[in-house]
């Protein structure tokens, strides 16, 4: 499971709100994912220009795709006129809804069993 966030130049990003397909999906079912999750984080001004823009439409994807494929579809979104930017990150079994149990955080004096043991 992988997450994305990938920022289209904002005339896209007018089309994704009427529900058009873009290059990402594509590029995701191209190389035999599937899309899990789609939300869009909206219109949000660039800290620098990418490819001549300084605003850019934010959307953040949820995806399946075999680990072996990743590259490829990095390699197709780079090469992707449609997209000014794009992060992926492999999802953590933390992430995915595990819960774990976490241990006790230090105190100031140091571990847990002290601050008991000391008033």
Request: net charge positive; glycine share 10%.
């Amino acid at each position: 499971m992988y997450e994305a966030l990938v920022i289209f130049p904002f005339e896209t990003g007018l089309d994704l709100q009427q529900g058009a397909g873009n290059a990402f999906e594509e590029a995701v079912k191209k190389h035999e994912g599937k899309i899990v999750n789609r939300t869009e984080l909206g219109r949000r001004p660039l800290g620098y220009r990418v490819k001549k823009a300084n605003e850019g439409y934010f959307v953040s994807y949820t995806f399946e795709l075999t680990p072996d494929k990743t590259q490829a579809l990095k390699k197709v979104i780079q090469l992707s006129e449609d997209i000014l930017k794009c992060t992926i990150v492999r999802k953590t079994k933390v992430e995915l809804g595990k819960p774990t149990k976490a241990a006790p955080l230090p105190t100031a004096g140091g571990t847990a069993e002290k601050a008991k043991g000391h008033s």
